[in-house]
């Protein structure tokens, strides 16, 4: 079974920077596109999470829009970790973030406990 470990969250100023890690176990974890995903406090409980990046494979990053230019998504493929470098933090990036597998199949796996990220003066 595979678990998704998540951490590195907390609370920064706007501008501010974190580091989220991810470690999976019980998963080939090389051969997956994997992705960070996040949800807004408030959001509707039936909702997606909102995917912010995702990493081929081979090592070939995607970001959204919103986060473009500001988070960086690595891996290291030999500790089966997944990062997400945010700087330049805005209060609409407050969310709890989730690590899981990226397109295009998806979050297949269960999700992890998430780690919170809070923007804040």
């Known amino acids: 079974q595979v678990q998704l470990v998540e951490s590195g969250g907390g609370l920064v100023q706007p501008g501010g920077s974190l580091r989220l890690s991810c470690v999976a176990s019980?998963?080939?974890?090389?051969?997956?596109?994997m992705a960070w995903y996040r949800q807004a406090p408030g959001q509707a409980p039936g909702k997606q999470r909102d995917?912010?990046?995702?990493?081929?494979?081979?090592?070939?990053?995607n970001y959204a829009d919103s986060v473009k230019g500001r988070f960086t998504i690595s891996r290291d493929n030999a500790k089966n970790a997944l990062y997400l470098q945010m700087n330049s933090l805005k209060p609409e990036d407050t969310a709890i973030y989730y690590c899981?597998?990226?397109?295009?199949?998806?979050?297949?796996?269960?999700w992890g406990r998430g780690t919170q990220v809070t923007v804040s003066s």
């Open positions: 995917l912010v990046a995702h990493i081929t494979s081979g090592g070939r990053p």
């Open positions: 899981n597998r990226g397109p295009p199949s998806g979050p297949t796996y269960d």
């Open positions: 019980g998963t080939i974890f090389s051969g997956r596109t």
